[in-house]
Nanobody, 125 residues
Framework: VQLQASGGGLVQPGGSLRLSCAASGFTLDDYVIGWFRQAPGKERQVVLCIRSSDRSTYYGDSVKGRFTMSRDNAKNTVYLQMYSLEPEGTGVYYC???????????????????WGQGTLVTVSS
């Protein structure tokens, strides 16, 4: 079981970036999926998460309307599309997955069994 995150890099404020999270060893579409950001010196916080039970999305503070998640089930991959990035969006982004079950608290990092290795996003001019 493995998650592989990629797509990070340097982007100017106001720019866009798409991150990828590819899964192997399980079917990602069946799982609770979360994207988290860890800024330097800070705790890991949710960017958004999607519950497996009803496909509802929880958005972290300040990202609603700017970040979305999409899927390519044929590739067993999900994508985090980020628009209008701000310097505060700088950090290491992680994707995470958890087997279907109790998913109301999908915003909690402690819920997840599986984590990708993280990809660094730097928002700076």
């Amino acid at each position: 079981v493995q998650l592989q995150a990629s797509g990070g890099g340097l982007v100017q404020p106001g720019g866009s970036l798409r991150l990828s999270c590819a899964a192997s060893g399980f079917t990602l579409d069946d799982y609770v999926i979360g994207w988290f950001r860890q800024a330097p010196g800070k705790e890991r916080q949710v960017v958004l998460c999607i519950r497996s039970s009803d496909r509802s999305t929880y958005y972290g503070d300040s990202v609603k309307g700017r970040f979305t998640m999409s899927r390519d089930n044929a590739k067993n991959t999900v994508y985090l599309q980020m628009y209008s990035l701000e310097p505060e969006g700088t950090g290491v982004y992680y994707c995470a997955a958890d087997p279907p079950g109790e998913d109301y608290g999908c915003y909690r990092p402690g819920l997840y069994d599986y984590w990708g290795q993280g990809t660094l996003v730097t928002v700076s001019s």
